[in-house]
């Protein structure tokens, strides 16, 4: 028990410089997610393509991010936590170079799904690698900061600050250097993240299809997965589109557009710190997500009515509001479903691809319904998909306990290449 005792004050040590490293990987992956969404308007003039088009650049990403959550989880298992992260940030921050240098539509909706892939295989696991270092408390916190803030960081600077960079040298350059700055933060996961001490297992271990089984039957992460699929979708088109609403219907000049998207999305950043902060002070988490959802639904409702002044506050809502209630959302695993550690990251892809059904079709609807419709009835639509999947979470658990230490493993488990593992060592 002095091992065990050492270990986790060694832990407490350097875990927020973990959580630093793996939150400069959901700024990169983000701003390599969103920095395409300021090019819109000089991709369609360049591929001569329109909104319905520009909105499958949207959803081919998701296919590819959602496909690759569960391979990612299931990867991290076999070859280690690192080693996944950082091919993750690798593949992606490679195909967002490639999409700069795509001078063809077919040639930026390939890479765009291949961005999507790598940003899936390290989202996964970040939100286990943030869970396995805060496994004695402040989870949600941490998975707010992370999750939340930084991804909402690095989404703000790619709808604002790469305006002024797309501005100064091409669309093309910009998207090429939001991968290079990607490729850097591989770099420093590679040189300085780890696991923690006692817990071998998170390097790669033995697959075990009955430990993975027991780790995705839980029927918490099916209900709290479908329940963000609506909001998911509905948040993306919004944070994605809303440039475009805003110039075209609200006739705002673009930078000023620029900055209330960018502003939609940088409302995550206190939005996941007060989330994550309530949170691990509640069990209630079903009131943290379904709450937050439907506040968003309401902010959808009033984008076509309110007067142009008020959008501001609506759109920061909407953004504050989804990310809130996420960091509750991405602590499901750990504090309800209790998935050991090694199988989190499967647990998260399984929630975060229910999701990404949302993120895929959504932007599609609404790009098809704005162009034979208006806008006005495409943010109707997304605060009606958001509400009807939102509720569905009022079915799901709350946290069974105050510590989220993970428990749920088939009793003949016995990872890692060492073999068979003690309780203690488990923990």
């Known amino acids: 028990m002095t091992a065990i005792s050492s270990t986790r004050q060694e832990d407490g040590g350097v875990r927020w410089l973990m959580l630093g490293i793996i939150s400069l990987g959901f700024i990169s992956l983000t701003?390599?997610?969103?920095?395409v969404a300021t090019a819109f308007g000089l991709i369609g003039t360049e591929f001569k393509v329109g909104l319905p088009s520009l909105s499958y650049l949207i959803s081919l990403f998701i296919v590819g991010y959602g496909v690759a959550h569960i391979p990612g989880g299931m990867l991290a298992t076999k070859i280690g936590m690192k080693r996944t992260l950082v091919l993750g940030l690798v593949v992606q921050g490679l195909a967002g170079i490639m999409s700069g240098l795509s001078y063809s539509y077919l040639e930026l909706e390939w890479f765009r799904a291949i961005c999507g892939i790598g940003g899936s295989a390290f989202i996964a696991v970040g939100f286990a690698a943030v869970v396995v270092w805060f496994r004695q408390g402040e989870v949600s916190l941490a998975l707010g900061l992370s999750g939340g803030a930084a991804f909402s960081a690095g989404a703000a600077f790619a709808l604002y600050i790469w305006i002024y960079l797309q501005n100064a040298t091409s669309w093309h350059t910009s998207l090429v250097l939001a991968g290079v700055f990607e490729l850097i933060v591989a770099a420093v996961t590679?040189?300085?993240?780890?696991?923690?001490?006692?817990?071998?297992?998170?390097?790669?271990?033995?697959?075990?299809?009955?430990a993975l089984a027991a780790s995705v039957s839980s029927r918490d992460l099916w209900l709290y997965g479908l329940a963000l699929l609506g909001g998911y979708g509905a948040y993306f088109t919004t944070s994605q589109l809303f440039t475009t609403y805003a110039t075209a219907d609200r006739h705002f000049d673009p930078s000023m557009a620029g900055l209330l998207s960018a502003l939609i999305v940088l409302a995550g950043?206190?939005?996941?710190?007060?989330?994550?902060?309530?949170?691990?002070?509640?069990?209630?988490?079903?009131?943290?997500?379904?709450?937050?959802?439907?506040?968003?639904?309401?902010?959808?409702?009033?984008?076509?009515?309110?007067?142009?002044?008020?959008?501001?506050?609506?759109?920061?809502g909407i953004g504050f509001f989804l990310i809130f209630g996420f960091a509750a959302w991405s602590s499901v695993p750990s504090r309800v479903s209790r998935i050991r550690h090694e199988y989190v990251g499967t647990a998260?892809?399984?929630m975060l691809t229910l999701a990404a059904v949302g993120g895929f079709f959504i932007p599609i609807i609404f790009g098809h319904l704005v162009a034979h419709t208006s806008f006005d009835t495409g943010w109707v639509?997304?605060?009606?998909?958001?509400?009807?999947f939102a509720l569905i979470g009022l079915a799901g658990r709350n946290a069974t306990g105050d510590a989220p230490e993970p428990a749920l493993v088939p009793a003949s488990y016995a990872a890692g290449p060492a073999g068979p593992r003690s309780a203690e060592e488990a923990i």
């Open 31 to 35: 701003l390599n997610w969103f920095d």
């Open 190 to 210: 590679a040189l300085w993240f780890r696991t923690p001490a006692g817990a071998p297992a998170l390097a790669g271990a033995r697959f075990d299809s009955q």
């Open 269 to 316: 950043v206190p939005g996941g710190l007060l989330g994550g902060y309530w949170a691990d002070r509640s069990r209630n988490l079903k009131a943290f997500v379904v709450g937050a959802l439907l506040a968003c639904a309401v902010g959808l409702v009033l984008i076509p009515v309110v007067p142009t002044g008020a959008l501001w506050v609506v759109g920061i």
């Open 348 to 350: 998260t892809g399984l």
């Open 381 to 388: 639509f997304l605060a009606i998909v958001t509400v009807a």
